[in-house]
């Protein structure tokens, strides 16, 4: 990739990170903030589970997420994965790779995590990660129509348990993804006066 071309890439993401930034979902998740609290009691022969949650909704979500995935899909060359490979080809230029990888790491930290409760039945070989429900999330219901992850979205959607637990993990995800591009965007900017100083631009 020319540094023309990169400049474009580096553009298109900050373009992308600041529409994120800019939807409802940043103020609707702090504002009155993310939670989740699953009880149970017994009475009698029953176990009665009450949940609590506050959380963004749908619709906020949705915005968000026909946007993420330019940072996800590695189709796409504003991914995540991508990007890294950019700062690394253009790493004799300047130094500024090690930070970008640091905020990939944090994000890359948060999908390698199991998740509680596991599903009593699941198509995954290992136990269930944060990126799985990332995965299911963006695929079976958000972005894509994926008729296997369709199903497993489904049978997560009919437990009122694993419901509220994958859409408070799926939620957090989604503000760390926010907090994280818009870091990465100011580091785009920098990249950008850099490779701008190479070019005739």
């Known amino acids: 990739m020319n540094l023309h071309e990169a400049i474009t890439v580096l553009e298109t993401f900050n373009q992308k990170a600041n529409k994120i930034k800019n939807f409802s979902f940043t103020e609707k998740y702090l504002n009155p903030g993310n939670s989740l609290t699953i009880s149970g009691c017994k009475a009698q022969n029953d176990f009665n589970i009450n949940v ?53 790491l944090r994000i890359n930290n948060i999908l390698s995590l199991a998740v509680q409760p596991q599903p009593l039945t699941h198509s995954f070989e290992n136990s269930l990660k944060v990126q799985d429900i990332q995965d299911v999330f963006m695929y079976g219901s958000l972005a894509h129509s994926n008729k296997t992850k369709a199903l497993i979205y489904a049978s997560w959607m009919s437990n009122p348990i694993t419901k509220v637990s994958y859409m408070h993990y799926f939620q957090k995800l989604v503000h760390e993804y926010i907090d994280v591009t818009n870091k990465i965007a100011f580091l785009n900017n920098s990249l950008i006066q850099i490779f701008r100083s190479h070019t005739s631009i």
């Open 52 to 104: 609590k949650e506050t959380k963004v909704e749908d619709e906020a979500v949705e915005a968000v997420v026909l946007t993420l995935r330019f940072f996800i899909q590695n189709n796409e060359k504003t991914s995540l994965m991508n990007m890294s490979g950019l700062y690394k080809e253009s790493n004799h230029l300047h130094n500024l790779s090690d930070e970008f990888e640091k905020l990939r």
